[in-house]
């Protein structure tokens, strides 16, 4: 896999990860009304997650790529 592919994986994952983290804080902020503390946390907790996911789909494809060689 070449650079650019790589670099687009990652973001992509980041992305979802920190949509989805901004998601769930502002549901938990909502439901113990207290936005100002869950939106950090949930942006946080998923630009770990959208992170590790990006690094795992590298993971994937560099497998899938060891065999073509």
Same mark, same amino acid.
């Given at each position: 896999?070449?650079?650019? &592919?790589?670099?687009?994986?990652?973001?992509? %994952? #980041?992305? /979802? @990860?920190?949509? *989805? =983290?901004? +998601?769930? $804080?502002?549901?938990?902020?909502?439901?113990?009304? &207290?936005?100002?503390?869950?939106?950090?946390? %949930? #942006?946080? /907790? @998923?630009?770990? *997650? =959208?992170? +590790?996911? $990006?690094?795992?789909?590298?993971?994937?494809?560099?497998?899938?790529?060891?065999?073509?060689?």
């Amino acid at each position: 896999m070449n650079d650019n &592919n790589k670099k687009n994986s990652n973001t992509s %994952g #980041l992305a /979802i @990860g920190i949509c *989805l =983290g901004i +998601a769930i $804080g502002s549901a938990v902020g909502a439901l113990t009304h &207290n936005v100002g503390l869950w939106l950090p946390i %949930g #942006l946080s /907790i @998923g630009l770990v *997650l =959208g992170f +590790a996911m $990006g690094k795992k789909s590298d993971n994937d494809d560099e497998d899938k790529t060891d065999g073509q060689e």
